[in-house]
């Protein structure tokens, strides 16, 4: 036996190989309503379902599903409402949650380890409704009721709430501003560990109370925008810890919040100093913001304990720069915005990122996940306005990078879209904002590949971006009529001329890490860190899967009974290990794989 598995390794050694990144349009899905309707963010679960978070006007509709939102009141227009909709891989509909009282808003949702949906947002009185409350409706048409709610129009707080795979309400939580809830708080990130534990970021001007049997008062040193980072028990709803910065400079928000598959925290976002700069403290660690908006990258333990802030100096008199996604994979963490190119651009160490531009510019920086120094930088760069708004590392281990673009304003001659390395997108036929992916080397940033995603006459924008095994989703707002996607065939357009969102789906070419006599090779096998779980993905023919050591030796295995789209086998200690998968037609598929 142990000679056998000696051959075997050897012969599925032969086998292994990198593939260049090659991204594919799958799919698109978009609605709405006559009015203008956004999304928010869109996430996974560990069994590839997707989570699609947005807000609308009045009344939408979205692969089939028709929500209707809040009452109008005194106001001359809607306030926005909340809708989440949870899809199968296949895009068909789980369920939905939405809110028809109050202005209800989702800034984050993340999923935990388990399936269940965490969500938050801000929550707010309708103006001139009759009682001063707001709702969330769950799977099952339980109402939760927010009440009390401040009724002048600053008067803004926020709520987490979470739902279990199902989509029913376990626990819903208020951040207040106050007692008398007269100022606001926003949320503006949210992350859970592998233990189902929640993360938050988000900005407060006066104070924030944060839920639990011992609520935590935060306030500021002065009515400047503060920030605050929190953990919240992901059983019950109730703070564990908070940090929060002296508040005693111009403004701070940290805008997205991860959960490294290295096990710990990180959250990125911008800080503008007072003119004269003065210091800021977070949990013991001094650093100093510059007097323009000045990126930031900061890691955390789980218990709260800050290892880093890094801060880069925004060198713009314009103040421009920007944070607007994080992501951290394998040892590197990857933020990404846009800045004023053309009045002196963000310094990094050994390098500045400039450029000639008139107008914003996107970029992407990578850091040493683990003391946070400088890796890399690169700019995104056409004639008019461009940035980044996502960021993903696919299932081939390529970082991918989701934005919008404008290639020429006013009357401004139309240009190429230069993301890099000879890699550019050429549409001069269209001023407006259209949507782009591109593909870099996560070691170098080196620019592997460039998508126009989608492109129309009116303005299209980037809003959230993640990643599942071999596929991206993407979520933007369309505007156009029509919108046409990458393959030239597909196109939507927007109801009325409003906003719409959409969803797109591309597939990203993973190679196996061995296959041997099996047909279908899309088939491959990865070690998930998150759960700690082996997981044999495109398995729906596969019947079972076997895992072995180097000895020969059966250490674990699974039935796939139910026809799933992924198999999980989990407890397997750090090593290497063969795994032996089998058809119903009893073909047999061989997988060399590294636990760690």
């Known amino acids: 036996m142990k000679k056998f598995f000696t051959l075997l390794i050897l012969s599925v050694a032969l086998t292994f190989a990198a593939k260049a990144a090659n991204a594919t349009y799958a799919w698109f899905l978009a609605g709405g309503g006559t009015d203008a309707d956004y999304p928010v963010k869109v996430v996974t679960d560990a069994s590839g379902n997707i989570f699609f978070a947005n807000k609308f006007r009045n009344a939408a509709a979205f692969n089939g599903i028709n929500v209707t939102g809040s009452a109008k009141g005194s106001s001359s227009s809607y306030d926005y409402s909340l809708f989440i909709c949870k899809l199968n891989p296949d895009k068909t509909n789980v369920w939905k949650l939405y809110s028809n009282a109050g202005g209800v808003e989702a800034t984050s949702i993340a999923t935990t380890p388990a399936g269940d949906l965490i969500v938050t947002g801000t929550i707010k009185a309708v103006k001139g409704a009759a009682t001063a409350t707001a709702n969330i409706i769950d799977a099952a048409e339980t109402v939760t009721t927010f009440a009390d709610l401040g009724t002048a129009s600053a008067d803004v707080q926020s709520f987490v709430a979470k739902f279990n795979s199902n989509g029913l309400i376990q626990w819903a939580k208020e951040l207040n501003s106050s007692a008398s809830k007269d100022t606001t708080v926003t949320t503006t990130a949210l992350a859970t560990d592998a233990n189902g534990n929640v993360y938050l970021t988000g900005t407060f001007i006066k104070g924030v109370i944060l839920p639990g049997t011992n609520p935590v008062t935060l306030t500021s040193t002065n009515s400047s925008l503060a920030t605050f980072i929190a953990k919240l028990d992901g059983m019950n709803g109730e703070v564990v810890w908070t940090k929060t910065t002296s508040g005693g400079i111009v403004s701070e928000k940290l805008s997205d919040l991860v959960y490294g598959d290295?096990?710990?925290?990180?959250?990125?976002?911008?800080?503008?100093?007072?003119?004269t700069p003065v210091d800021v403290t977070l949990d013991g660690k001094t650093f100093k913001p510059?007097?323009?908006?000045?990126?930031?990258?900061?890691?955390?333990?789980?218990?709260?304990?800050?290892?880093?802030?890094q801060i880069r100096e925004n060198l713009s008199t314009a103040n421009d720069a920007r944070v607007g996604c994080l992501t951290v994979k394998s040892g590197k963490a990857f933020i990404a915005g846009s800045f004023k190119g053309n009045a002196g651009g963000i310094k990094f160490a050994g390098n500045t990122i400039a450029t000639t531009a008139n107008y914003l510019n996107g970029y992407i920086a990578a850091f040493n996940a683990e003391d946070g120094n400088d890796l890399w930088q690169k700019s995104v760069v056409s004639p008019a306005i461009t940035d980044v708004n996502g960021l993903a590392v696919g299932g081939d281990n390529n970082l991918y990078a989701f934005g919008g673009h404008y290639n020429g304003l006013g009357t401004g001659t139309p240009g190429d879209v230069d993301f890099g390395d000879g890699l550019t997108l050429t549409d001069a036929t269209n001023k407006y904002g259209d949507l782009y992916l591109a593909g870099y080397n996560p070691s170098n940033g080196t620019t592997q590949e460039v998508h126009l995603v989608a492109k129309g006459t009116a303005s299209e924008t980037a809003y959230s971006f993640t990643s599942f095994n071999d596929k991206l989703y993407l979520a933007a707002v369309g505007r156009s009529a029509p919108?046409?996607?990458?393959?030239?065939?597909?196109?939507?357009?927007?109801?009325?001329?409003?906003?719409?969102?959409?969803?797109?789906?591309?597939?990203?070419?993973?190679?196996?890490?061995?296959?041997?006599?099996?047909?279908?090779?899309?088939?491959?096998?990865?070690?998930?860190?998150?759960?700690?779980?082996?997981?044999?993905?495109h398995a729906e023919n596969i019947v079972s899967a076997k895992v072995f050591g180097l000895d020969g030796r059966l250490v674990q295995s699974a039935v796939n009974q139910g026809e799933a789209s992924d198999i999980r086998i989990y407890g397997i200690n750090p090593?290497?290990?063969?795994?032996?998968?089998?058809?119903?037609?009893?073909?047999?598929?061989?997988?060399?794989?590294?636990?760690?």
């Open 575 to 596: 090593g290497i290990y063969v795994i032996r998968t089998a058809t119903v037609s009893g073909e047999a598929g061989l997988f060399k794989l590294i636990v760690f």
């Open 290 to 309: 510059s007097a323009f908006a000045s990126p930031a990258l900061i890691k955390l333990n789980t218990d709260g304990t800050v290892s880093y802030v």
């Open 262 to 275: 290295d096990g710990y925290l990180y959250t990125a976002g911008v800080f503008k100093n007072n003119a």
């Open 483 to 537: 919108l046409t996607f990458e393959n030239n065939t597909d196109t939507y357009s927007a109801i009325s001329g409003s906003y719409d969102f959409v969803l797109v789906k591309y597939t990203v070419q993973t190679t196996p890490i061995s296959v041997c006599n099996q047909k279908d090779q899309a088939v491959f096998a990865y070690f998930n860190k998150a759960d700690r779980s082996v997981v044999i993905n």
